[in-house]
Nanobody, 121 residues
Framework: QVQLVESGGGLVQAGGSLRLSCAAS????????MAWYRQAPGQQRELVAV???????NYADSVKGRFTISRDNAKNTVFLQMSSLKPEDTAVYYC???????????????WGQGTQVTVSS
């Protein structure tokens, strides 16, 4: 099983910055893609950014140029640097990783518990 522990959320003024972290632990063979999603009240969960094991990244149009996703493979940790934050970025942010428990196991997605990000105007 894979456990994910997120940190770094909080309250920030518009234009400010926050850095989210998500560390994976447990017993597993490998971690493939790592991603951040967010869910605002009354809205569906949406993909914010994803990074492959090799470092390729993809972002939602709404955060391009403001957010940067990165990872430390040695520490099984993914980060989300958020800058120029806007009130519409307010949401619960969730970490998601795709992992193989064993070498021949199919990849399975795991979710963190979520961390609240609130941007005041």
């Amino acid at each position: 099983q894979v456990q994910l522990v997120e940190s770094g959320g909080g309250l920030v003024q518009a234009g400010g910055s926050l850095r989210l972290s998500c560390a994976a632990s447990g017993i597993f063979f490998s971690i493939n893609d790592m991603a951040w999603y967010r869910q605002a009240p009354g809205q569906q969960r949406e993909l914010v950014a994803v990074i492959t094991r090799g470092g390729q990244t993809n972002y939602a149009d709404s955060v391009k140029g403001r957010f940067t996703i990165s990872r430390d493979n040695a520490k099984n940790t993914v980060f989300l640097q958020m800058s120029s934050l806007k009130p519409e970025d307010t949401a619960v942010y969730y970490c998601n990783v795709e992992a193989r428990v064993r070498s021949l196991s199919p990849p399975t997605g795991y979710w963190g518990q979520g961390t609240q990000v609130t941007v005041s105007s």
